[in-house]
């Protein structure tokens, strides 16, 4: 069985700080783990992928995020928020793209 | 736009009633899949399609719920004698095999 979870349900954050959104994953094989964004009104868009080649994943719009087996986290970060930024981060896990298992959402808030 | 087009965008219908959804995914996509999102929730896994075979069906999916896609492109979602508890966000989604899932903007429900 495969699980996410999201550690924080909110995050707010001044611009141009660091932004960090944790993610821990439960999986019996070896996972693909996903970042996903929706903004309001507007579909859920891609933002990084993991698939077991490099551990830190480099994303669209400043984003990254690094797998650690370890820990079992897959923690999204950004050195600098801005205020377009300001949305709703999922963490989703699954085996390729099939069946896609999504974390309960951080909703993350930008502040001037 | 050749993104993936979900309609009607919104819908509400009364308790009781049959409601039906309809996808279009990306054209070159052979995969298409079905979620649904509550407030506050993460989407849930409902359904997919491999072209035009239902390949996995969620417990979520009751006996209310069918999905077709006929000729492996469109797709619909028909939900018959609607519940308050259908009420949600329905998403669909495609991709090509075991590439990423595009999302669409979703159909948000309210049953009355």
């Known amino acids: 069985a495969q699980s996410v979870t999201q550690l924080d349900s909110h995050v707010s954050v001044s611009e141009g700080t660091p932004v960090l959104l944790r993610c821990n994953y439960s999986s019996s094989y070896s996972p693909s783990l996903f970042w996903y964004v929706q903004h309001p009104n507007k579909g859920l868009q891609l933002l990084l992928k993991?698939?077991?080649?490099?551990?830190l994943v480099k994303g669209i719009n400043g984003f990254e995020a690094e797998f650690k087996k370890s820990e079992t986290s897959f923690h999204l970060t950004k050195p600098s928020a801005h205020m377009s930024d300001a949305a709703e981060y999922f963490c989703?896990?699954?085996?390729?793209?099939?069946?896609?298992?999504f974390g309960t959402g951080t909703r993350l808030q930008v502040f001037p | 736009d050749t993104g993936v087009s979900q309609d009607p965008r919104h819908k509400i219908t009364k308790r009781g009633q049959n409601v039906t959804f309809r996808c279009d995914p990306i054209?070159?996509?052979?995969?298409l899949y079905w979620y649904r999102q509550t407030l506050g929730q993460g989407p849930e896994f409902l359904t997919y399609?491999?072209?035009?075979?239902?390949?996995?069906k969620s417990r979520l999916l009751s006996d209310r719920f069918s999905a077709e896609r006929p000729k492996g492109s469109f797709s619909t979602l028909e939900i018959q004698r609607t519940e308050q508890g259908d009420s949600a966000m329905y998403l669909c989604?495609?991709?090509?095999?075991?590439?990423?899932?595009?999302f669409g903007q979703g159909t948000r429900l309210t049953v009355v």
């Open positions: 399609f491999q072209n035009e075979a239902q390949l996995e």
């Open positions: 989703v896990v699954g085996p390729n793209t099939d069946k896609l298992i």
């Open positions: 989604a495609s991709s090509k095999t075991n590439t990423e899932a595009f």
């Open positions: 993991y698939t077991s080649a490099a551990t």
């Open positions: 054209s070159e996509h052979n995969r």
